[in-house]
């Protein structure tokens, strides 16, 4: 069935006529700061502690817009006889916002959870060359991430908190297994002392004096002096 002429022009207007019956829901930015998605790509937060300097996240980037300089440390041996180590040190952790397209690549590949998804978005400038922001800015980003989602009811314990929840447990056995011990010696001493004081207690006791035999007194009856009957 062909259409009839103007049948396009009348389902457009309907539409029209659709929205404009809808109430109007107007969010009045600034004012009124936005409701945003918890996954919204905003800009992108940098924990530096987490920061190895792998430099994994500047070479995956496809657009080249992540600057990373270090230097190398030697950290001393921590037992006597073992060998000093080295370490990278982070000097410089900078993105180029202006080049950067959003693809999250960087927060992928980063083996250490450095960089995170943050859903601020004012940080526009006059002057595209002030848009490469340093790592003391994408510190305060990082501040603004959103606390992941709760795992489902039935999903698996991760094994980063099922490491850490029985390196817990197996500290806390430990401290109560030497809380135990301390308390059985403090009784035990507490025991010995007790002994040891009522020992020295009784043989501290004086005997009773010995008599004189000649003035033991009987309970037998005796006899009478000479010239009494």
Not at 42 to 52: A, D, K, Y
Not at 120 to 145: C, G, Q, S
Not at 199 to 205: K, R, V
Request: charged residues 25%; negative net charge; hydrophobic residues 35%.
């Amino acid at each position: 069935m062909t259409p009839f002429p103007g049948s396009g022009l009348a389902k457009g207007l309907a539409v029209t006529l659709r929205t404009m019956t809808k109430k109007t829901v107007t969010e009045q930015y600034p004012d009124t700061q936005p409701d945003l998605p918890p996954r919204t790509r905003g800009v992108i937060g940098l924990f530096e502690e987490n920061c190895t300097v792998c430099m994994l996240c500047a070479r995956e980037c496809p657009d080249w817009c992540i600057y990373i300089d270090s230097h190398k440390e030697t950290v001393p041996a921590t037992a006597p006889g073992g060998r000093e180590r080295s370490r990278n040190v982070l000097d410089r952790f900078a993105i180029d916002f202006s080049l950067c397209m959003y693809c999250g690549i960087c927060i992928e590949v980063c083996p250490f959870d450095a960089l995170f998804w943050s859903p601020e978005f004012e940080y526009a400038e006059t002057d595209i060359h002030e848009l490469t922001h340093e790592r003391d800015k994408l510190r305060e980003w990082m501040w603004t991430v959103p606390a992941p989602p709760a795992l489902d009811p039935g999903a698996e314990e991760p094994k980063e908190i099922a490491a850490a929840r029985k390196t817990a447990e197996k500290l806390a056995a430990t401290q109560a297994a030497a809380a135990a011990a301390a308390t059985e010696a403090a009784e035990a001493a507490r025991a010995a002392e007790v002994t040891e004081a009522a020992e020295s207690t009784g043989g501290a006791q004086t005997a009773p004096e010995p008599t004189d035999p000649g003035h033991i007194e009987s309970d037998s009856p005796t006899d009478p002096p000479e010239g009494q009957s």
